[in-house]
């Protein structure tokens, strides 16, 4: 889609690591999701979530994008308004589905209502969409080695869903993940 390109491909030139993190979380997402049985439009748009999800990074410094070190407190309070920034990039333009707006805002928030960015003045429940594309997130993320720490096994990574289930993860998406990836025989 057109205006789909015209926003991913800011995204490649501005960080080639966001780029193919998006990508490689729209496909879990869409994995994901056809496990649990969406079809259609809600796949197509959560497919599209789990492509944008990131597009707020865009709008944080390339200095604290590619920090080599983990980030000071500073670096970080700005890194975490990418959810905002991107919620609002999102809504400003045409043909963008709303669950793609509503999963770049919250891919952030845990299960417990715990994470950024900070609603605590509005209690809020994670959409279903953004829950899934939190585990893609965080399992992609994981999978990546960066300068400060070394890649994750897939093992490793399903102990450690099957521990944050409940607080960080919905239990039952973290099951439909391990699921999908046994259907697979990637377990």
Do not use: C
Request: aromatic share 10%; net charge neutral; glycine share 6%.
């Amino acid at each position: 889609e057109a205006n789909v390109l015209r926003i991913v491909s800011p995204v490649k030139s501005y960080s080639e690591y966001t780029y193919v993190h998006a990508a490689n979380v729209a496909v879990l997402t869409l994995f994901q999701a056809e496990y649990l049985g969406l079809k259609g439009e809600s796949l197509h748009e959560a497919g599209l979530s789990g492509l944008l999800h990131d597009v707020g990074k865009m709008f944080v410094s390339k200095e604290i994008l590619e920090k080599q070190t983990r980030l000071d407190e500073e670096e970080w309070k700005e890194m975490k308004r990418h959810p905002i920034y991107g919620s609002m990039y999102l809504s400003s333009l045409n043909d963008i589905p709303k669950l793609a707006v509503i999963a770049a805002f919250e891919h952030h928030l845990r299960f417990d209502g715990s994470g950024y960015p900070d609603t605590k003045w509005r209690p809020r429940r994670q959409h279903i969409i953004s829950q899934i594309v939190s585990i893609s997130d965080f399992f992609d993320a994981m999978r990546t080695e960066r300068s400060y720490r070394k890649a994750s096994t897939v093992d490793a990574l399903i102990s450690l869903l099957k521990e944050l289930a409940g607080k960080e993860f919905n239990p039952l998406l973290v099951d439909n993940f391990i699921g999908s990836l046994k259907n697979i025989r990637a377990l």
